[in-house]
């Protein structure tokens, strides 16, 4: 079993920074890869990024891809997303995910954690 543990919200103002982090306790963890998603109130969860764990190659959605960067920490098993210039319209709960096969999706997900931005 994995666990995936998500930090790092919190509610900022409009052009600040965050650096969420995921971390996965459990058993030998050696995903395919790691993702995050995020659900605004009344909205579907829409995915953010994503990146290959062994190799570190990134994908990250149009919306967000000129503000917000995906990278892994190996020794940790750790995930983060570096969130800079914050929009009120970035609010949403934020997920961490991870994939431990190709074309298995996601198979382990977090608890979320709040991110809130106020102009």
């Known amino acids: 079993q994995v666990l995936l543990v998500e930090s790092g919200g919190g509610p900022v103002q409009a052009g600040d920074s965050l650096r969420l982090s995921c971390a996965a306790s459990g058993r030998t963890f050696s995903p395919y890869y790691m993702g995050w998603f995020r659900q605004a109130p009344g909205k579907e969860r829409e995915f953010v990024a994503a990146i290959t764990w062994s190799v570190g190659s990134t994908s990250t959605s149009d919306s967000v891809k000129e503000r917000f960067t995906i990278s892994r920490d190996k020794a940790k098993n750790t995930v983060y997303l570096q969130m800079n210039s914050l929009k009120p319209e970035d609010t949403a709960v934020y997920y961490c995910?991870?994939?431990?096969?190709?074309?298995?999706?996601?198979?382990?997900w977090g608890q979320g954690t709040q991110v809130t931005v106020s102009s």
């Open positions: 995910a991870a994939s431990m096969g190709r074309g298995t999706g996601y198979n382990y």
